[in-house]
């Protein structure tokens, strides 16, 4: 999937949309800044990345139809290592 920088800051406009209306969705990222960290001090490779990815590509796929309300919303990447 090819994406231009409109699409992109459209996703990213999403994204802020998303944690501005719904913080609570977004409480478990602490999991995921430590389990990052975790992996990373530990020589292992981190999925936070892919599942970013997943989420963004969600976000550009569904467009404002990812936010049609309560839950409807496309989920912040989980925590994992």
Request: charged share 25%.
């Amino acid at each position: 999937m090819e994406v231009s920088e409109q699409q992109m800051a459209a996703a990213f406009d999403r994204w802020m949309l998303e944690y501005t209306e719904h913080p609570e969705r977004f409480g478990h990222q602490w999991e995921s800044i430590r389990k990052f960290l975790e992996a990373r001090l530990g020589g292992e490779e981190s999925s936070y990345g892919r599942e970013a990815t997943a989420y963004f590509m969600r976000l550009l796929r569904d467009g404002d139809a990812a936010f049609a309300g309560p839950g409807k919303s496309a989920a912040p990447p989980a925590a994992s290592a």
